[in-house]
């Protein structure tokens, strides 16, 4: 072996093993023979040589510094249902501008379509040179890979419910955020508020949920349960759900929608009964994705930092790699309301 740092070469030739058989070890894949892993890892630790997954323990990456084949570029997969939506493309946006700023090749995974469910079993192969996984993970469950591949760094965005406890997640302040959105609408002078949210079963929708209620109790106000709708995040769902709550005989004269495709919707649906929006009834939403300022009006949103939070991802996958220990597993990022043309004080104001 030449002096310097070990090549794969080196270790395969060391251990005795195909360079493909040295580079599947080193990468984490499972169709190895166990006396034949143990080789390899052997070499490995005997020459320093420190690969993404070899050092890495049931509970994560815990190892030395990764060092990366020259010529060969890291990969990170993306888990996402699809890009349809402005929410993952926004998201997927900052995962490829990160890896592109890093070195890292971003390798996409994409479901049926922007609401359904990823389909993962543990059958699930991944790259050779994947280094880590990001998964959008809104719509997404039971994600699982085998034994080996499992051992790589996981980070969630924004994740449907409470993720493995090894597994890093980032976020936003989802009731910070829908709080802010009421308490601009009770600023305004509205009082009869409505609720028109995702899945009962979704996380983020469930924090937005209670963040509503929180500045409506803390007003003074009554949370009246036959103002909220909760179903999908998706526009149609936020039209009817608006038909049907302008069609009460005390009707809203505001809705806080926990998405920018719902909130859209409710404009529709407004729209489409004779209202207008924001003379009749004033809508916000979340996530200012681009949409937000395209609508009519330009829509009064709750901004997450989408694209930042794909950043982000890249980089608490290579820090731990790496070796490096992240601040937090668990990472929230600030939100703000983009006030724009969609809400005003109620008529009777």
Known sequence: MAKGRPTLADIAALADVSIATASKVVNGRSDVAPTTRTRVLQVLEDTGYASPV?????????????????????????????????????????????????????????????????????????????????????????????????????????????????????????????????????GLGHRAIGWIGGPAGNEASAERLHGYRAALQSAGIEVVASRERNSDFEFEFGRVAAVELLGLRDRPTAFVAANDEIAIGAIDGALSMGLSVPGDVSVTGFDDTPQASWSTPKLTSVRQPLADMGRMAVSMILDTVRGSVPESRHVQLGTSLMVRESTAPPRSS
């Open 54 to 186: 070899a050092r890495t323990g049931r509970n994560g990456y815990r190892g030395r510094a990764a060092v990366f084949e020259p010529g060969h570029r890291p990969q990170i997969v993306v888990m996402v249902p699809g890009i349809e939506t402005m929410y993952s493309a926004t998201v997927v946006h900052g995962i490829i501008a990160g890896g592109l700023a890093l070195g890292v090749d971003v390798v996409a995974r994409m479901g049926a379509g922007a609401h359904e469910r990823i389909p993962m079993d543990a059958e699930v192969e991944l790259p050779s040179d994947c280094v880590g996984v990001i998964a959008i993970t809104h719509a997404a469950e039971g994600l699982r890979f085998p034994e080996a591949s499992a051992r790589l760094p996981v980070v969630a965005i924004d994740p449907w419910e409470d993720a493995p406890a090894h597994w890093m997640t980032i976020g936003a302040t989802n009731w910070m955020g829908s709080k802010s959105a009421t308490d601009h609408l009770l």
